[in-house]
């Protein structure tokens, strides 16, 4: 069983509601989450957008391979209503599943990147591992998510959504 840490966000539609569906239809296959973080709200990075993204992690343990749970988190994607991208740039999007770490797995091909290459210059996305994971190593940096979360140079508001 590999331990699977994925980031799931969104800023389109009922984000809560499709983070709630998504984790529904991750736990068909990857079984109950083990751990959640809280929610969290930031602004759109790397782009303009008129609405705000809520993102959370969460870590499920199964044995799919790598890119079996790459196709399957882009056909829950698929399913919940995003649409392929318009373009080469970032956009809004009611969800977005990316996978950060698969145990201690270094992956690096034109599909699939494991850790997420930008994970840690993205601040929505090391505040939610602060919860959780902040001891985590990550495998090819030799930093802590607490490491790199104080390193980080996102300028960008993140805060800790209540519903």
């Not at 069983?1 to 984000?15: F, K, S």
């Not at 392929?84 to 009611?94: C, I, L, N, Q, V």
């Not at 997420?116 to 930093?143: A, G, I, Y």
Request: aromatic fraction near 8%; proline fraction near 5%.
């Amino acid at each position: 069983m590999n331990r699977q840490i994925l980031l799931l966000g969104g800023n389109q539609g009922n984000v809560l509601e499709s983070l709630k569906d998504a984790i529904d239809l991750l736990s068909e296959s990857l079984g109950k989450p083990m751990l959640q973080s809280a929610y969290y709200e930031s602004e759109p990075w790397g782009f303009e957008a008129s609405q705000n993204f809520i993102n959370q992690v969460v870590e499920f343990r199964s044995g799919l391979s790598p890119l079996v749970l790459l196709d399957f988190t882009q056909s829950i994607e698929k399913t919940l209503g995003r649409k392929a991208k318009t373009g080469t740039h970032y956009e809004s999007r009611p969800i977005d599943i990316d996978i950060l770490f698969i145990d201690d797995v270094q992956i690096s091909t034109p599909r699939l990147t494991v850790p997420h290459s930008k994970l840690h210059e993205r601040r929505f996305t090391l505040l939610p591992l602060m919860d959780h994971w902040s001891e985590l190593l990550h495998p090819t940096l030799n930093q802590t998510i607490r490491q790199l979360n104080e390193l980080c140079a996102d300028a960008g508001c993140v805060k800790r959504f209540d519903r």
